[in-house]
C-alpha cells in the first residue's frame, strides 16, 4: 500500500494547528501565572502602576483568538482523517505529534527538576508550587491527550474526543472570565 502523499493543505493545517496550539498553551499558563501572582503577591517585589492588567489582558486576547482557530483546524484535519482514514498515516501528523510529545515531556522533566532544586534551596512558597503544578498539569494533559492519538485511543473511542475538546473549551473560556474580573 503506498503512503499518502501531504498535500500542501496537509502541510499548512498541521502546522498552523500546532503553532497555534503552542502559542495558546504559553498564553494559557502565563495567563495562569498572572492570577497566581495576583492572588499571591511577592511583598519584596516592586510594581510600579498596575502590574497586571496589560499581560493579563493581552494572554486573554491571545486565547480569545487562536484558541478557536486550533479547535477548527483540528476539527478539519479530523474529518479528514474520518473521510480517508490512510490521512493517520502522513508524516506530517506524525512529527507534529512526536514533537508535541517531546515538547510536552521535556516540560514536565523541567518543571520537576525546578521544583525538586528550589524544594533543596528552601525556596517553595505556595505560589512557586501552584505554578509548577499548573506547569505540569497543562503539559501532563497535552502529552496524555497526543499519546493517546498516536495509540488511536480517539479513533477506537470517537465520542470521547468532543469531550475533551469542550472541556478544554470550558477551561479556557473560565480562565478568559476570571481574567475580566482581575482587568
Known sequence: MDK???TP????LWFAAMAFLYVSVFA???LIFSYLDYAYPDPLAY???????SGISYYMAVLI???PIFIVLMRIVHKSIEADSSRRDLWIRR???YLT???AGITVAGDLITLIMYFFNGDVTMRFALKVLVVLL????GFAHFLADLRDYWQKNPSQSPMVGYAAGVLVLVTIVAGFFIV
Open 101 to 103: 510529545l517531546f515538547i
Open 95 to 97: 512529527w507534529a505529534l
Open 9 to 12: 493543505k496537509d502541510f499548512f
Open 4 to 6: 499518502p502523499k501531504v
Open 65 to 67: 483568538v487562536l484558541f
Open 138 to 141: 497543562v503539559a501532563g494533559a
Open 47 to 53: 510594581y510600579s502602576g498596575d502590574p497586571y492588567s
Open 28 to 30: 494559557f499558563i502565563a
